[in-house]
């Protein structure tokens, strides 16, 4: 029944910006958590960023000060605002949710994820 739908993917060269979105159905995105998760080629899941009920975040150090992740509750859509990317931000992008609105870093503490979409930065 929950459904989350990642886009805004691409490729931008180095020192660009993107705009990822999540759209959600099933449940809100105002409830819980929600975060952003990314696997580069042949690496594990790695933590990016977290926003909790009441509107409380928390982002990795790797993107801290570029990245900012927000949520629009009219259109149950989640955004992540990437500035400044870096090739080493190459990935797939994962937009993910829990039920639970704690601090929350590992893959296997949120049970929702969507489908991904590529972000490629360009040097």
């Known amino acids: 029944q929950v459904r989350l739908v990642e886009s805004g993917g691409g490729l931008v060269q180095a020192g660009g910006s993107l705009r990822l979105s999540c759209a959600a159905s099933g449940r809100t995105v105002s409830s819980g958590s929600m975060g952003w998760f990314r696997q580069a080629s042949g690496k594990e899941h790695e933590f990016v960023t977290q926003?909790?009920?009441?509107?409380?975040?928390y982002y990795a150090d790797s993107v801290k000060g570029r990245f900012t992740i927000s949520r629009d509750s009219a259109k149950n859509t989640m955004y992540l605002q990437m500035n400044d990317l870096k090739p080493e931000d190459t990935a797939v992008y994962y937009c993910?949710?829990?039920?639970?609105?704690?601090?929350?870093?590992?893959?296997?503490?949120?049970?929702?994820w969507g489908q991904g979409t590529q972000v490629t930065v360009s040097s």
């Open positions: 926003i909790r009920e009441g509107s409380g975040t």
């Open positions: 993910t949710a829990s039920d639970y609105p704690y601090l929350r870093i590992r893959a296997d503490e949120y049970p929702y």
